[in-house]
């Protein structure tokens, strides 16, 4: 079992960057793709990013292209996804979770989800 906690999420005004981090604790997050989340209140949950588990491949949301950027550090055991050109539509909380494949983009196909870390952009 891998434990996941997400944290660097808070206020930003809009155009701002934010860095996030899924911190993992029990077996090696190396084992495992992670993904990015996030849901807004009403919605459900979005796919964000996701990272294979050597880092070699990200996949992103069209929403996020170009603004978002996923990496990780094994050594860490830990994935980032740094965030610029924030938006007010990026405002949610922002979860990690675990899989086993790959390019995986519903929530179904993850496991061990962090508590979240609140995101909010203001205009």
């Known amino acids: 079992q891998v434990q996941l906690v997400e944290s660097g999420g808070g206020l930003v005004q809009a155009g701002g960057s934010l860095r996030l981090s899924c911190a993992a604790s029990g077996r090696t997050l190396s084992t495992y793709a992670v993904g990015w989340f996030r849901q807004a209140p009403g919605k459900e949950r979005e796919f964000v990013s996701t990272?294979?588990?050597?880092?070699?491949?990200?996949y992103y949301a069209d929403s996020v292209k170009g603004r978002f950027t996923i990496s990780r550090d094994n050594a860490k055991n830990t994935v980032y996804l740094e965030m610029n050109s924030l938006k007010p539509e990026d405002t949610a909380n922002y979860f990690c979770a675990a899989s086993w494949m790959f390019g995986r983009v519903a929530a179904s196909e993850y496991f061990n989800w962090g508590q979240g870390t609140q995101v909010t952009v203001s205009s």
């Open positions: 990272i294979s588990n050597r880092g070699g491949s990200t």
